[in-house]
């Protein structure tokens, strides 16, 4: 399963051109290939009841298209196909991925009341301006109608991340063409927009984030999906979000194990939150790093009624806002405090910064037990590169892990690399060799951690020139300045030790389970049994099987 190598794989780039991929800004824009022609399309929602209408907005060189849309759960199943179906190229604005593409509708269709809810894969198909075919995906959610769903689990799709990861039109939450230089990251993107390359299918060799190699003794690190990505014409954030990398391996596996699963995107959490009270587990999983005030509203009165939440994601770091029902989504960032509107206004809890901020007020911990600031970076760049690749766990006997026959001291997903690119974590204290929250640490009355790992804020090497640092030391400053006020060193070499843990907590009349890491469905997807018995156990429990 895991490669023994110590050596990086070779995707055939000068050393030139792997600099470009991991610090460069390269995206997908209309134009971008030239010659050969291109489609691409977008719909008007994340996510759809059943019988309500799509709108596909589609731009192409090629005068028409065919379609098909197929249902990607633990089986592959066509419900729509049809061809013919006339297409032109449609202007698109400089600022897209802040404003939207603004196309016109091409071709709009209805959800039929028999289509599960799940994952949609719309494949468009059309021929290149020199005769080669050209192809793109894009991928909506069928939601449930409300009501009461034993036995079922509803999956939260992280699509505040999809959002914000996205790199088509050349802007998101991370790099940008905003700001007068065209260089900055942009506070506002849109959902109207289609996905990047790589966020709805990807080629089973596609690399994920965390090294999957030893790394050599003091050799900078390198990074093989960005690297992959620019060679092989990916997003730059394939690895990063998307439903491709993240929530299917979740979806299928839960599928594949018999379990009935409904699918909902975060924009239901926010706006129809009473769609939660029908189930009696309800499950996040993946990168799953921005939420609005109101999706953590919907989770906490759940939990509190009685619901139960399962956790199995990392960095529970930001907070957004919704704009224009839905269609953007704000996040200032690093840039919260001075350029955030709401963090001058009368609520400046709702500026749009990290949870732990002080204007904020509201740790993730209150929600789901860990913080993103108390965690971070694993397995990558030079953040613990060659770290625990699974959570070392501290109290086997916890009834999460019954079955796995699993030890004191042992490293429960190490098989699968369940544990990594970034994780959550509290600050905490080992007395007699079993961790406990620290007292200050703002972690939920009657919180148990039941597994704890090591991760960093900081990427400090010598091996690594300041020039060529990918991660660099720009996250433990701004934690420092967001915890303690200011980023000087003395303050940075206080916080830049993080954490990742699973946790369990009782809430209210229910209860949270929460595995913090990106990677735990990385081995759901590599069949690591103990990761699947875990996560089996937790569902079983929840679910009242
Ligand atoms: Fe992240």
Redesign the pocket.
């Known amino acids: 399963m895991m490669e023994k190598s110590n050596q990086y794989p070779d995707f055939g780039l000068t050393p030139e051109q792997r600099r470009e991929a991991v610090l460069g800004h390269y995206y997908e824009y209309p134009g971008m290939d030239g010659e050969g022609g291109e489609i691409w399309c977008y719909t008007d929602a994340y996510a759809y009841p059943p019988g309500a209408t799509v709108r596909l907005q589609v731009s192409s060189t090629a005068a028409s298209f065919s379609l098909e849309i197929v249902r990607d759960g633990a089986t592959e199943q066509s419900v729509l196909k049809r061809d013919g179906l006339a297409a032109r190229w449609q202007e698109t604005p400089d600022q897209c991925s802040v404003i939207g593409c603004g196309w016109e509708t091409s071709f709009e269709f209805k959800v039929e009341e028999n289509w599960p809810s799940g994952a949609y894969r719309v494949t468009l198909r059309a021929e290149g301006s020199d005769g080669t075919p050209i192809h793109c995906h894009h991928l909506f959610i069928v939601r449930p109608i409300a009501g009461r769903k034993p036995g079922c689990v509803l999956h939260v799709a992280a699509t505040g991340s999809w959002t914000s990861y996205n790199t088509w039109g050349g802007s998101n939450h991370y790099q940008g063409i905003t700001g007068p230089n065209r260089d900055q990251y942009a506070t506002t993107v849109s959902i109207e927009r289609p996905f990047c390359r790589g966020f709805v299918v990807l080629p089973a060799d596609a690399p994920r984030v965390p090294l999957e190699i030893y790394a050599p003794m003091a050799v900078a690190p390198r990074y093989p999906h960005m690297e992959w990505a620019y060679a092989n014409g990916y997003s730059k954030k394939y690895a990063?979000s998307g439903w491709a990398s993240y929530d299917s391996h979740f979806f299928r596996w839960a599928e594949r194990q018999g379990y009935a699963v409904d699918l909902v995107s975060q924009h239901e959490l926010h706006f129809n939150p009473e769609i939660l009270d029908g189930y009696d587990c309800v499950v996040f999983v993946g990168?799953d790093?921005y939420w609005t005030w109101e999706m953590r509203d919907a989770v906490d009165t759940y939990v509190e009624r009685g619901g139960r939440a399962a956790r199995f994601a990392g960095?529970f770091?930001w907070q957004t806002r919704l704009e224009d029902g839905g269609k953007r989504q704000v996040c200032y960032k690093y840039r919260s405090r001075a350029e955030d509107p709401a963090y001058r206004s009368a609520d400046p809890t709702r500026t749009s910064g990290s949870w732990e901020a002080a204007e904020i007020g509201r740790p993730g911990a209150a929600t789901f037990g860990l913080n993103a600031t108390r965690g971070l970076y694993v397995g990558w760049g030079g953040c613990a590169p060659r770290g625990a690749r699974g959570f070392p766990v501290y109290r086997p006997e916890h009834w999460a892990f019954a079955g796995t026959g699993i030890y004191y001291g042992d490293i429960l997903g190490a098989e699968g690399h369940a544990f990594g690119y970034?994780v959550d974590g509290l600050d905490y204290i080992i007395r007699g060799g079993l961790p406990e929250p620290a007292e200050d640490s703002g972690a939920p009355k009657g919180l148990e951690i039941l597994a704890l790992g090591m991760s960093s804020l900081k990427e400090e090497s010598a091996d690594i020139p300041a020039d060529d640092q990918f991660l660099s030391d720009a996250d433990a400053k701004f934690v420092a300045e967001t915890l303690i006020g200011d980023n000087g060193p003395a303050t940075v070499e206080r916080i830049k030790r993080g954490s990742g843990m699973i946790v369990n907590f009782p809430r209210g009349k229910g209860e949270v389970f929460h595995a913090g890491s990106c990677e735990w469905v990385a081995a759901l997807k590599r069949g690591d049994a103990m990761v699947e018995r875990v996560t089996a156990n937790v569902l079983n429990h929840y679910l009242n099987r």
Do not use: I, K, T
């Open positions: 990063s990168h790093e960095n770091m970034e």
